[in-house]
Each structure stands twice: as structure tokens, then as C-alpha cells.
């Protein structure tokens, strides 16, 4: 077997809607697959597919080599589902929730019980176990949710925007997590709205928008295509502007652009850019308030991708 | 590149027998636990019932029975058909609303059987069905109810009408299947239920209904489970009533139930 899930021309509408217009995607054993789209992309309706709770309208999908409509029985053994909105039961507690689950996957009572326990200390969660999930905070109820979904110690994993939502320390958390389950050598499905996201979990990653994939490739593939980094100066004199404008335009090469106001950015093939570029701006004595090295943003992925910025940066812009 | 990890820790998921009925089970204490959790949610099964008694004994106790203690005897039995028979409406606007969150969206995820989480929403609201008869049984006593059989009959009133009310609740899953939304399954709910318990002799004694009501009062189910719950409590021929209680409880289920499951299905 050589993908642990693939789906293959995947096609869904509602009424006139076309959720997904033929997707392709697949991910072999123990690998992650990224799955990165703006809002409305089909993302969650591919993942219900694969989850075995809706039907495609056309195309095939298979876990393990079984058809996800056909072996729907056999596909919810091998798999675990953290949806986009959670799915544990606000009035039952932690533990209540997780030796439920067990109890459905056929754990003894005595069983399920080690089991919770041994998730809800891997998930930081034993103090607040016997409270019951309304009173968790978000980052509690995804980390619960997670969670709930490796009780029976899936093969594969699908983590529909796992951290949407979460501090920075809260999304370190859980991309540990995720390491350490493809460590175990679980395969997982992670769709996120974060390039940075999928770089730092993906083996590789697929781009959809309006339901099809529009670039496909590892994440250091698909980096050279939309360019590498990002800088960002924001000098802490707006009236110098255009003198940190000159340092990027000198240090890069290439035209900066001034996404918003106070700010420029210039695109970077290297971190020893950014070396060269503070140095600069300290030489000539210009001060910032902000000043930073980052991957592209999705808007900008899309941008390169299609020329296009994606809707809702659109509609931010209108 | 080639990542093919082996699993390291074995797969849990052994099959073991009786799947089905484990599953329920588990779903029931989960439904169980909610309605603990949420007291307020039982009110339509002790308040509501209580109120019914005090309007009709004191407001028709009079007029239909000559004494509020002879009306209370006979009313009693059919208001405790009544009371759990509507209790089993909350079965299903509680799961029209559940099937929407995110948590059915896990049940249907896992490898159970379909029928799983109704099943076990059914059996969990069992506990509003006991504790209906047993506040209208405390509170009837005060009142000054007695049984007039002896304590096995009580016991056996119970648990029939128990039975019909768990029964006829696959009817309101169904609904609660097939509504969009949960205030048309209360709607829908409503409407079958007034003709269903009103439609008896429960207040008054059918003899004095015109014709049309009093063939529809003979071939009424909820008609037969009130007649059989006042022959169990107050004496008077039991085994027809009983007999019919107990087919109408099969049809319910038989005909309701696999409707329901399969209305469910349909419904991602
Ligand atoms: N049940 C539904 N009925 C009608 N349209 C739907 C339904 N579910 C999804 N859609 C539509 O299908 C398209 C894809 O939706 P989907 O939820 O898969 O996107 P997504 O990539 O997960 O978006 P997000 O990032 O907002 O979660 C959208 O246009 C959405 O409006
Ligand atoms: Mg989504």
C-alpha cells in the first residue's frame, strides 16, 4: 500500500455551490499532508469525505486501500477525527468524555479509564479532568479534542484547523503533538490557513482554493515558487520610510512594496539578508518598532500562485 | 524519501461480543449524566403533571365524580399514561438538537452501529419516564391517592406504562429525525399528543362523548395503556388492556424504530 489515504478526482456540491470541483489528494504512511486554502476552500468538506461522513458527488476516496463510501465500517477503525468545531460534550467532563469514546471503541470500562488518564496528562489536561468541557477554555477544548480522537490510537489522523484560535504557546503545544504521533507512526491530514503552519509540520503540501488543488509539493518546493521570506521593517520614524525602503531595495535587490501604512516589505532568498539589512539600518540610525523575518503569508502564496489575491483579502481591501 | 514507521503500539479496537447493546449503553450514561446535569430539564415530568392533577381534580373533580377523591382515583392512573407519554417528546427535540453538534459528528466517526447513539438517548431519557411516575405517585399520595390493588399490580402499572411511554418514544425520534429544527419537532409533537392523551377517558368517562369521539376513544392505544394502568391500581378486568398495551408497545417500536434509524442515515 502506498498512501495511507488518497482521494482522487473528489467532487461535492450543495445545490449550486461546488464545495470541491475534483480534488486529488494522498499522503503515504507516516507522512504529514498539509492541506492549506482560505475560508470557503473546501478544506472541511474534503475531510468529512475522508472521515466517512459524506458522500462525494463524484471521485473516489480510500484509507488503507478501502473505499471510504464502500468499507465506511472498516475506514472508522483506522482513523480519528478532529473537526473544526469541537466535538466533545460540553456537559460531560474531561475524563467523562474520553472514557465514553474508549468505551465506543471497545475498551473495558477498567481500560478506558487508563487510557483517559494517559491522554488527559499528555494533554495537560488532569486537573481540570472532572470539570466538565463548557468550563474549559478553547485552547483546553481543541487540546480535549485532540485528544478524544487518538483514544483508540488511530493510524490516521485528520486535524481539520487544529489551531485556529490558539496563542503562540497553546500552537506549539499541539504541533509537538503532532510530531510526536507521526513519531509513533501515525499518517495525518492537517488543514490549516497558515503557510508557516504547514512548513513546520507538512512533508508535503497541497494548495486548493474554490475546491481543487492549485500547486502541490514539499514545503521546500513550493517555497521556491511563492519566494522564499519575507522582510518587515516598520521604522519607528514614519518619516524615514523611505530610507529603510532604500535599505531593502539595496540589500534584496528587489522593488519593496508597502502593504500598509508605515511598513515596507521586500521578499529574501536568505536569513543572512536580514543579517545585513538591521546592520544597515543601525548604520544609517534608523530606529524600529517592528522588524521581522517571516514566510509569506497566504494571501501572498495565493498571489504568486494565481495572481489573485484570495477573496477575503479582497473583501479586507474593499 | 521513504517514511514508511512501522505502528508501534498495537491496535486497541479487539472485537469483543455485544457490541451494540455496550454502545447503547455507554450513549445512555451519557444522556443520563446530561439530565443530571441539568435538572431544569425534568420539570416537564414532576411540575407539569402536578399542575394537571390540581386543575383537573379541584377545577372537574366535582362535576364528573360527585367527590375530589373519587376523581383523583380515577385520574391519577391515566395522567401518569399522559405525563410520561409527553415526557418522551424531550427524546426527540434533545436529539434533533444534538445532531447538529459537533459530538454526533465523532459518534458517527467511530466504528459503532448507526442505530448507537439513538438507542441510547432512548434508553438514558428512561430515568424521566421513572421519575414522572414516581413524583405523581408522592404527590398523588399526599393528595390522598391510594392503590387499591396490591403492591405487585402497582409495580406491574408501572412498568407497563413505562414501557408504552419508551416505546412510543421512537415515534418522536423519528420526528426529531426528519424536523429541521427542534421547536417543528415540538411542534409536530404537539399535535400527535393532544388527540393521543385528551382523545381518552381520562378526564371524563367516554360515555358521555358524542359517537365519533367515543370510536376514536375505543381504538385509541394511549385508550387501552390508561385502562390498564386504573385495572392494575384500582382493580377491574386488566389481561385486554394489558394485551393491547403490550402490541401497541411492539408496533411502536417495530415500525418507529427502524424508520427512525434509517431517517438518521440519511441525515449528514
Ligand atoms: N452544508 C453545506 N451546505 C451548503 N454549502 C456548504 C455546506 N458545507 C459547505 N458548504 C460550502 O462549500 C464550500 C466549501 O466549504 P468548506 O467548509 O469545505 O470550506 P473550508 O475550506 O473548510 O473553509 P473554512 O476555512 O472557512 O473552514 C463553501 O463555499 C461553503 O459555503
Ligand atoms: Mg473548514
Known sequence: MEHAFEAEGLVKRYGKTTALAGIDLAARPGTVLGVLGP???????????????????GGRATVGGLDVVRHAARVRRMIGLTGQYASVDEDLTGTQNLVLIGQLLNLRT??????????????????????????????MRRRLDL????????????????????????????WNQVRSLVADGATVLLTTQYLEEADALADEISVIDHGRVIAHGTPASLKAVVGGQTILVRPADPARLADAAGVLAAVSGHQPESPSRGVVTVPVDGDAAF???????????????????????????????????TERAEEVAA | MTITAERVLPAPVAPRPFGLVRHSLALARR??????????????VTLQPVVFVVVFVYLLGGAVSGSTH????LLLPAIMVQTTVFGGMATGVNLNTDIRKGVFDRFRSLPIGRSAPLIGSVLGDLIRYVVAVVSLFAFGYVLGFRVETDLLSALAACLLVILFAFSLSWAFVLVGMLAREPGAVQGIAFLALFPLTFGTSMIAPAATMPDWLRSWVAVNPVSHVMDASRGLLLGGPVAGPVLWSLFWSAVFVLVFGPLAVRAYRRRT
Open chain 2, 70 to 73: 373519587d376523581y383523583l382515583q
Open chain 2, 31 to 44: 444522556s443520563l449524566i446530561k439530565t443530571l446535569r441539568s435538572p431544569e430539564q425534568l420539570l416537564d
Open chain 1, 110 to 139: 477498567a481500560e478506558a479509564k487508563v487510557r483517559a488518564a494517559e491522554l488527559l496528562a499528555e494533554f495537560d489536561l488532569t486537573e481540570a479532568a472532572g470539570r466538565p468541557a463548557k468550563t474549559y477554555s478553547g485552547g
Open chain 1, 147 to 174: 485528544a478524544a480522537s487518538l483514544v483508540g490510537r488511530p493510524d490516521v489522523i485528520y486535524l481539520d484547523e487544529p489551531t485556529t484560535g490558539l496563542d503562540p504557546a497553546k500552537r506549539d503545544d499541539i
Open chain 1, 275 to 309: 543579517t545585513e539589512v538591521v546592520k544597515r539600518l543601525d548604520l544609517l540610525g534608523i530606529g524600529v518598532t517592528e522588524l521581522s523575518l517571516r514566510l509569506p503569508s497566504l494571501d501572498e502564496v495565493f498571489f504568486s500562485l494565481t495572481g489573485q489575491h
Open chain 1, 39 to 57: 475560508n470557503g476552500a473546501g478544506k472541511t468538506t474534503a475531510v468529512r469525505i475522508l472521515a466517512t461522513l459524506l458522500r462525494p458527488d
